[in-house]
């Protein structure tokens, strides 16, 4: 159980989160532990109570701390923390199961709430005043839920320094960082406490002594503290509780939730400086796109262009890999073998080849995932390897530059002294800044074995010695569901992946070991120096075989170039690709706007007298440089283009596009084929939304430019038009 207050990184006030509370429960966890089918009765203790709490966590409000006049707050008694918890846990449990028990009776339920209910008769969300009460089911499960508080917008006068959250972007969030956390984290929660021989082993022992102990709390209540008896009463407490604290540590529940503590700290943290940017933290334009890959060149931060390849040149790549997939197949014995390869280019996913041995089931959206968690981790070091290269040369006057830089400092004072023998050789080259003949010379990389201070303490590190310069590669194991299993949680396999980059292109390779071991991951070595001379092969074979290729991708990129006054999201849910095209003619985000404020400090000119003297060239920053400054830092932070292009609307043009992102979903549910095209306009511009099938439109036009209803419709046929012919 947590607590959190946003604090205030250069002296000024951030947004609050939106996110005001996180539970995870386990409901039914009693009666699934005991085997006689019983459950709690209503004497139960708060330690009974809290058992099926998984995680808790509660915003501290940035007025509490300020109200004090005392930076130094002292955190919040552990037991009240539990009380709370609990509370809510019962108040939630009954909102949940609240449309089933007032079913005949639902247009009694007071105003001052909506409820929405799924097919199972459950709670969906609940809207307050000033919050809303999302449940989130996870793992396909009656049993397993989130219940997370968020702060609804406000309608007074400051509506833009409010921290809200729309319930379909949490949802989305939620179950994307839940997803992450399972494939990295030893499985699905459920399937980990139904592991065999004993489902819920120890749990049941643990249940009795936290009974005994609440009767003999009760027992020992009933004493005078003078009788002998309290003496002996008290030293049976206390080995009660010593014995409930060593069974703790050896159950797996105790597992998960250290390391649930440990993954929301890491969720939440990103949340906030997402809020603090006004990058859209909870909204819809965020939170339900698919996470751009970050690309070491920083463009992830700007836009998501189209990547466009020729048919025959993915086909050739196509056939380069299952070549490599039948030569290194999965074996019975240690020796490694290729499960299956993922294909990026430029961050857009291309195909899957996998082993017809293998039976994990990795979905377009799953791949997506770890293909980000590990170009994050490719962009973090490449960001603290070059960050000292990629700062321009300026003078000391230049003091709205060295602003410019917070995120750079920021992830500087996270990762300590440590950064500074890193350098880029020993890291990963960016091989994008090579000419083209030079690269095509050489192969590619696989990423190596991040620095340890960028890893969590708890996380255990998994990688494979690589060459005679003592290079070792990545390579973290991530459970996956398998086609056995009759649902997800029943069965699960461990595998090892890795990334290989080379050109514009990211291979993330799943390697199968009979028993993943330390030693078995050296015996891989062999393996991965044979891919290293495959994937590149294949790649180089590839481009070589359509030389026009080059050609036509230009000519097709050059025909998405969007409009000034357009900002363009282009989806494709089932295939998790999109396209983000923002306003060219926008020059900064709504987070920056001390840049456009002093612009005058960009710009460093001696003065000269009566019109004499001599003139001096003016050292300024012109705006390709600033926005190279903005891409930087937004990336150091780990921030992408959603981010950014959420940062540059008013708070409106978000709350529009949740709108249209909300409808859009629904349609997609109910009739997924027929078309449904929305416009609505607002003082700012219009929001235009288009889907038929898997396709998905979204345009903001400046109403400076489309004035009326025809310029709207004529512009976005045409973006129609051209995303179909893709």
Not at 143 to 157: C, F, H, M, N, P
Not at 401 to 418: C, D, E, K, N, P
Not at 625 to 648: F, K, M, V
Not at 651 to 672: G, H, Q, T, W
Request: charged share 20%; aromatic share 6%; proline share 5%.
């Amino acid at each position: 159980m947590s607590s959190h207050s946003d604090g205030d990184d250069n002296g000024k006030p951030q947004l609050p989160s939106p996110i005001q509370r996180i539970l995870v429960i386990h409901l039914n966890l009693y009666e699934r532990c005991m085997k006689n089918g019983e459950s709690l009765g209503e004497g139960a203790s708060l330690e009974e109570l809290s058992e099926q709490i998984l995680y808790y966590h509660r915003d501290l409000p940035i007025t509490s701390a300020a109200a004090s006049g005392n930076d130094n707050v002292n955190p919040p008694n552990p037991e009240n923390s539990m009380k709370e918890a609990v509370q809510f846990l019962g108040l939630c449990s009954a909102l949940y199961s609240m449309p089933s028990s007032l079913a005949p009776s639902m247009n009694g339920v007071s105003t001052a709430t909506s409820v929405s209910n799924t097919g199972e008769d459950k709670t969906k969300e609940i809207h307050f005043e000033e919050s809303t009460l999302i449940f989130i089911p996870l793992e396909a499960s009656a049993d397993l839920l989130t219940i997370v508080q968020v702060a609804r917008t406000s309608k007074g006068e400051c509506v833009s320094n409010t921290g809200s959250g729309n319930p379909l972007a949490i949802r989305a969030s939620i179950e994307r960082s839940h997803q992450l956390f399972c494939m990295l984290n030893g499985g699905g929660i459920l399937h980990r406490l139904n592991g065999d021989p004993c489902p819920y082993e120890g749990m049941d022992r643990l249940y009795h002594l936290l009974k005994d102990l609440r009767k003999a709390k009760e027992e020992q209540h009933r004493i005078d503290n003078r009788d002998e008896k309290y003496a002996k009463m008290t030293s049976r407490i206390k080995t009660i509780v010593d014995d409930v604290r060593n069974l703790r540590k050896r159950l797996t529940i105790q597992s998960i939730r250290n390391q649930l503590d440990v993954h929301y700290e890491e969720y939440l943290s990103e949340f906030s400086l997402v809020a603090s940017r006004n990058g859209g933290a909870g909204r819809c334009l965020v939170e339900v796109l698919p996470v751009p890959i970050a690309q070491d060149s920083g463009g992830h931060t700007v836009q998501l262009p189209p990547s466009f390849l020729s048919s025959n040149t993915m086909q050739s790549m196509k056939e380069g890999l299952h070549q490599s997939l039948y030569r290194h197949p999965p074996n019975k014995d240690d020796s490694p073998g290729i499960l299956a390869m993922f294909t990026f280019h430029e961050g857009q996913p291309l195909h899957c080849v996998s082993s017809t041995q293998s039976s994990i089931v990795v979905s377009s959206a799953s791949a997506n995932l770890l293909m980000a968690y590990m170009a994050s981790y490719r962009s973090k070091m490449s960001n603290m390897a070059g960050c000292r290269h990629s700062i321009p040369h300026t003078t000391k006057s230049s003091g709205s530059f060295s602003a410019a830089q917070s995120g750079i400092r920021h992830l500087t004072r996270s990762i300590g002294s440590m950064a500074a023998p890193l350098t880029k050789d020993k890291i990963l080259t960016d091989q994008s800044s090579r000419p083209p003949n030079e690269d095509l010379k050489q192969r590619g990389q696989f990423l190596s074995t991040p620095p340890s201070f960028m890893l969590s303490a708890s996380q255990h590190i998994h990688s494979i010695g690589f060459g005679d310069d003592l290079r070792s590669i990545w390579a973290p194991r991530v459970h996956l569901p398998t086609t056995s299993s009759a649902s997800q949680e029943s069965s699960s396999t461990s595998v090892h992946m890795v990334l290989f980059q080379f050109l514009q292109f990211s291979f993330l390779v799943l390697l199968s070991f009979q028993s993943p071991t330390d030693v078995s991951l050296d015996n891989s070595r062999l393996l991965l120096m044979k891919l290293e001379e495959e994937i590149s092969e294949a790649v180089l074979m590839a481009l070589n075989d359509d030389g026009s290729n080059a050609a036509a991708s230009n000519k097709r990129v050059m025909e998405w170039t969007n409009g000034p006054g357009q900002a363009i999201i282009l989806l494709e849910r089932k295939r998790h690709k999109m396209v983000l095209l923002p306003d060219p003619v926008t020059k900064s985000t709504r987070h920056d706007t001390r840049f456009r404020k002093s612009d005058k400090k960009f710009t460093i000119s001696s003065r000269r007298y009566l019109g004499f003297g001599p003139r001096k060239k003016e050292d300024t920053f012109n705006k390709y440089q600033l926005n190279d400054i903005l891409a930087t830092e937004w990336s150091a932070l780990g921030l992408d283009c959603r981010h950014s292009l959420a940062s540059r609307f008013p708070l409106d043009v978000c709350l529009a596009f949740d709108d249209m992102i909300n409808e859009m979903s629904r349609k997609l549910e109910c009739d997924p084929d027929s078309p449904l095209e929305i416009c609505t306009c607002i003082s700012y511009g219009w929001v235009y939304a288009y889907g038929k099938g898997d396709k998905e439109v979204y345009v903001f036009f400046d109403n400076s430019i489309y004035v009326t209803v025809a310029d709207v419709q004529s512009a976005a046929s045409r973006i129609r038009e051209t995303f179909a012919a893709t």
